[in-house]
């Protein structure tokens, strides 16, 4: 094996590229020999970068070109008690986060809600997608497609499965735009967030409906799916988990717990997040939903870029005799508990904190946990910050954290 020095100058030279040195050393030694070429060519202090908990060959499925890691502090909120239709019993939250502040607001309202005896969860809805776009002569030839796979859902399914011990096929549904036809296939992917699991079922699938259709494909992710990008139909329609959580807190616990009152929290959401929402054209109509969700997926191992439908979220709160009814519907949560960054050291160890590492007894139940977990989660983020909001003590809590 080749040590990371000669690795860098031979770079330098030409000799080999970046992704090439795993073919000539283990990973760690390819990664040192990427942090001395740049060290070299930029004067950066790779030190910490470099200075990570397990062997880079872990990461080998992750990661290309890898250098070392990001670290992101992490911190834990808890016990916070959810009664769902999974998950049960008091959970320790695990967030990963640079936003200081955050994790101290989001406990403040897991107290709120622990006092209140726990928030209720369910998963409502569970399906992740991906949306081929075909090209077809005319309406006509749109209209026969469409039409064709309405009546051979079946034969689509055969393909699909055929790709997965895991997936199933759960709907398929024609979208026709002029000479365009778009097919959002739907599967149960388990335990899986499932996004490339659904894409090799669907290109078999697509095979199927080239062969006995006009339609010639012309993309395999069409843009309806919708991956990583606002997207109302997820919004509408769900994508990965729909799951919705709740809490109904006594008058005086707001008062204790949150130090304001039952009106003045539903008059800063009824204000902020849906008439200002509405204003500004958003699809999430939240306080800051994604907060939560983006430091939970960091911790769990979930794909980043996917907070986008994350956020498609809708908190409502209502006063009524007996306390504050609050709730939040996150419409297109994409999380698993197995696949992608799950099996990461880091990420693997905060899934054990949770209680919902790996494959679930029946399968997709420790996903559905998950979901549920982190919905409750955002609920405490949504009740304290409108909480600061509605008492104006947002900027004295920043200011008094020095954050």
């Not at 696949?339 to 997709?364: F, N």
Request: proline share 3%; aromatic share 4%; with cysteine.
């Amino acid at each position: 094996m080749t040590d990371a020095e000669t690795l860098a100058q031979r770079v330098r030279e030409g000799e080999l590229r970046l992704y090439e040195l795993e073919d000539h050393a283990d990973p760690d030694t390819a990664a040192t020999a990427r942090r001395r070429l740049l060290a070299a060519e930029t004067g950066a202090d790779l030190s910490t970068v470099g200075d990570y908990g397990f062997d880079a060959g872990e990461a080998d499925s992750n990661i290309e070109n890898m250098v070392g890691t990001a670290q992101v502090p992490m911190g834990v909120v808890g016990p916070l008690p959810v009664d769902g239709g999974a998950a049960d019993g008091e959970h320790y939250l695990p967030l990963a986060t640079t936003e200081g502040a955050l994790l101290a607001s989001v406990n403040r309202g897991v107290s709120a809600i622990r006092t209140a005896g726990g928030a209720t969860a369910r998963v409502l809805k569970s399906g992740m997608t991906r949306a081929p776009v075909f090209k077809v002569e005319d309406v006509a030839a749109a209209g026969e497609v469409s039409a064709w796979v309405r009546d051979h859902v079946d034969r689509l399914a055969a393909a699909a499965e055929g790709t997965t011990s895991h997936g199933e096929l759960q709907e398929v549904t024609p979208y026709t735009v002029g000479d365009n036809v778009f097919l959002r296939f739907s599967y149960d992917t388990k335990d899986a967030m499932g996004m490339n699991m659904a894409t090799i079922a669907t290109e078999a699938a697509c095979e199927v409906v080239e062969s006995e259709t006009p339609a010639e494909l012309v993309a395999l992710s069409g843009n309806l799916c919708s991956d990583k990008k606002p997207a109302a139909i997820n919004a509408i329609e769900g994508r990965g988990r729909t799951v919705s959580a709740d809490v109904l807190l006594p008058h005086e616990q707001v008062q204790q717990r949150l130090d304001t009152t039952t009106d003045a929290i539903v008059e800063a959401n009824t204000r902020k997040n849906l008439v200002g929402s509405a204003k500004a054209g958003a699809l999430g109509f939240n306080a800051h939903a994604a907060n939560v969700i983006a430091a939970a997926f960091l911790a769990f191992g979930q794909d980043a870029a996917q907070v986008v439908e994350g956020a498609n979220t809708i908190t409502t709160v209502d006063a009524r005799d007996d306390g504050l009814y609050a709730s939040v519907t996150l419409s297109s949560l994409e999380v698993g508990t197995v696949g992608g960054g799950t099996g990461l050291p880091t990420q693997s160890e905060a899934l054990e904190v949770v209680g919902y590492g790996g494959g679930g007894d029946p399968p997709g139940s420790n996903a559905d946990a998950l979901a549920e977990v982190i919905a409750a989660g955002v609920l405490a983020g949504e009740l304290s910050l409108l909480a600061a909001l509605s008492s104006r003590h947002l900027s004295s809590a920043h200011a008094e954290l020095g954050r």
